[in-house]
């Protein structure tokens, strides 16, 4: 362990992409620099490894910036407190740091602040003198997924990349956030190429493979999106922490497929093979399980064990789209007094002060109040409620994938209420953006089936059945 008089006397050391670190420890910063490459590719346990840095050298002020740094990434009640001792620990180290860690400090103390908007923001503005802080990149880059904001995601990423090349470690990870944005802005074609240019460069890049199956998902391609992930299950899935969430991109190919019980599969095996408590993977399983509950399909006891560790979370209130998730699970599972709870928890939320208040008042409480609804067969308010949002629902956070579930529900509460020539209109609209999906037509199908059009509902349907064989055929 290095002596305080060590410190002083030594000089400051720059990362491997020269930025400046208020470090002359090398020890240390070798570990942030192995802690960070686990962190932008998601693989084993970066938080163990900078612990240990810290551990040796209690006063490394950029070992602590990144501890806080996958805390927030976590977005996770439960790590407050441990996000709190860090910031202040941090606070403490500010005279010893530099500029920009001094920054880091300050959105790290937005973040516990509840003031989500402003801390993504201030580690956005790093970027302004520091282009090639890939921890304050990626947090931004999470950070605007977070906050739903497509248009930062896309280009807060191409503000830095002239400063980035294919000598600067870690580039290729820059390209897949890059490529990410482009998927969520609509622009797919550039999206692909940049995410394979990406995996050209690092094949085992989990995020460039995340953003071509988002592209593969929002054009309707499930032979060519079943394909490319099994083909690299060896890059991205093992030791993995975001393994999860690309196991649920290829269930929703199979899903759109009608194939429940490989659905179910992958759920078992993979997606929920070792049940935990965090929310980032509890999402995943909560709104696969809830597609499935709209399709009707039977998910036996599943809803129980989510249900449950969402319940011991009711009125948390941390984020409001993890809100939404611990409700599809009440209705799921049947529990009224879990609903009930939570939305009177949620309503007090909306009345208060922060980031979240605001993602609570605008989205989150109505969406609630909508599933509370759907479950209580009160179509035509589920309908009322979702409706309006469908313009701002990206105010709450996550991807266009993950809102469809919105969409979705929709559809169906319309369906179940007999508003059929609302639902045919929806499903348009899906049909229209991805003409290949089986399960678009099969609710045009039904949709057309209310409104007595039996003619064009058995079209609808065997456009269903076209487009399925003709991916199954093709992803075997």
Request: some cysteine; glycine content about 8%; proline content about 3%.
């Amino acid at each position: 362990m290095a002596t305080e008089m060590q410190r002083k006397n030594s000089r400051s050391l720059k990362d491997v992409r020269g930025v400046p670190v208020s470090t002359g420890n090398r020890g240390s910063l070798d570990r942030y620099e192995r802690a960070s490459e686990l962190f932008l590719g998601y693989f084993n346990d970066p938080f163990a490894v900078i612990e240990t840095a810290l551990t040796e050298d209690p006063d490394f002020v950029m070992g602590h910036c990144l501890k806080a740094a996958l805390i927030v990434s976590a977005t996770d009640r439960n790590f407050e407190p441990e996000l709190r001792k860090t910031v202040e620990t941090l606070e403490a180290l500010a005279p010893k740091a530099n500029d920009r860690e001094r920054q880091h400090i300050a959105a790290a103390r937005a973040w516990l602040d509840g003031d989500y908007e402003t801390s993504i923001t201030r580690y956005g503005n790093i970027l302004e003198n520091y282009p090639l802080d890939s921890l304050a990149l990626q947090i931004a880059h999470l950070g605007d997924f977070f906050l739903g904001q497509a248009l930062q995601l896309r280009d807060r990423v191409a503000r830095v990349l002239p400063f980035w090349d294919e000598d600067t470690p870690g580039y290729s990870y820059v390209l897949g956030m890059h490529a990410f944005g482009l998927e969520e802005m609509g622009d797919y074609n550039r999206a692909e190429d940049r995410g394979r240019r990406a995996l050209e460069l690092n094949r085992r890049d989990p995020w460039s493979v995340h953003a071509v199956a988002h592209v593969m998902e929002m054009q309707g391609r499930q032979a060519d999106g079943i394909k490319f992930m099994t083909g690299r299950i060896g890059d991205w899935a093992t030791d993995n922490g975001f393994a999860f969430h690309n196991w649920w991109h290829l269930a929703l190919y199979h899903l759109d497929l009608g194939e429940h019980d490989r659905v179910l599969d992958l759920y078992d095996t993979r997606i929920r093979a070792n049940p935990t408590e965090l929310p980032l993977e509890m999402l995943d399983a909560t709104a696969l399980l809830w597609r499935l509950h709209l399709r009707g399909v039977n998910v036996g006891d599943r809803w129980r064990e989510l249900a449950d560790k969402w319940e011991a979370r009711c009125g948390d209130l941390y984020y409001a789209f993890n809100d939404m998730h611990a409700m599809m699970s009440f209705v799921g599972d049947g529990r009224t007094a879990a609903a009930t709870t939570l939305l009177k928890a949620l309503e007090g939320r909306a009345g208060s002060g922060g980031t979240n208040a605001m993602m609570t008042r605008d989205v989150g409480l109505p969406v609630c109040k909508a599933m509370a609804a759907f479950a209580d067969a009160d179509y035509n308010t589920a309908v009322d409620l979702l409706l309006p949002l469908r313009p701002i629902a990206n105010r709450f956070g996550g991807s266009h994938a993950q809102r469809d579930v919105l969409s979705l529900t929709l559809i169906e509460a319309a369906l179940r209420g007999g508003r059929s020539r609302l639902a045919r209109e929806l499903a348009a609209e899906r049909t229209e953006l991805k003409p290949s999906s089986p399960f678009n037509w099969l609710l045009t199908a039904r949709s057309l089936d209310g409104m007595g059009d039996k003619t064009g509902a058995e079209k609808a349907r065997v456009a269903a059945q076209s487009n399925r064989r003709a991916a199954l055929q093709e992803a075997a």
